[in-house]
């Protein structure tokens, strides 16, 4: 299986919501990233985890909350968003961190009205 | 600190043309060099990497990119374009923390 997968594939939110986005992966990968894409911009990472330990938080406000329950999933809390948070939120993993390649998943459509 | 250029936010090509994406990195360590590729509403596919092996890297769906130190490049070619390349193509170098840096990407458009 190399295959990232993320849930859902769509999310529309109020500014009043909470929410999470999922992902998934079973390539035995101990490294795992989220992303935020917004259109015709390359990919801004956000979070790493590293063996299911948080190792960069790239200053992304507090209303972001990532988890990682075991080494194959990994979370994306959403709480409190604003307008300008909509964007495609993309998790990727890699064998390590060490220029290792990153497998990305189709990424998670978000829209906060 | 690393950063990645890639020269052209759009290039267009004749289906059957030769494909050129312009990539320019600078790095203080022995690059890890990266090409992906996103199609419309999908995440990103690894086309190829360099990794210091060979400087001439094949990679799928028939690209390949070459590893010029001198230049400090790391252009991606295809020989010939097939209507389903059309899509964005995004460069990156590992920085020394091992995180990616990447381009701002080049829109590849084929013409018929």
């Known amino acids: 299986d190399t295959e990232v997968t993320q849930t859902p594939k769509h999310l529309v939110m109020g500014m009043t919501n909470k929410k999470s986005l999922k992902c998934e992966q079973h390539m035995g990968h101990r490294a795992m990233y989220w992303y935020k894409q917004k259109a015709k911009k390359p990919p801004e990472l956000m979070f790493v985890?590293?063996?299911?330990?948080?190792?960069i938080n790239e200053s992304v406000p507090s209303r972001f909350s990532p988890e990682c329950p075991n080494s194959s999933l990994l979370n994306l809390h959403l709480h409190a968003l604003q307008p300008e948070d909509s964007a495609l939120y993309l998790c990727a993993s890699s064998q390590g961190l060490a220029g290792v390649e990153q497998f990305f998943g189709p990424g998670t459509r978000l829209t906060v009205l | 600190a690393q950063s990645v250029t890639q020269l052209g936010s759009h290039v267009s090509v004749s289906e059957g043309a030769l494909v050129l994406l312009r990539c320019n990195y600078s790095?203080?360590?022995?690059?890890?060099l990266f090409w992906y590729v996103q199609y419309p509403n999908q995440g990103l596919q690894l086309l190829l990497k360099y990794t210091s092996a060979a400087t001439l890297v094949k990679g799928i769906n028939g690209f390949e990119a070459e590893f010029k130190k001198s230049e400090t490049s790391f252009h991606l070619t295809k020989p010939s374009a097939h209507m389903r390349d059309a899509a964005e193509y995004f460069c990156?170098?590992?920085?020394?923390?091992?995180?990616?840096?990447w381009g701002a990407g080049t829109k590849l458009i084929i013409k018929p």
């Open positions: 985890y590293s063996y299911e330990k948080l190792s």
């Open positions: 790095s203080s360590v022995p690059p890890y």
């Open positions: 990156a170098v590992s920085d020394s923390n091992y995180q990616l840096i």
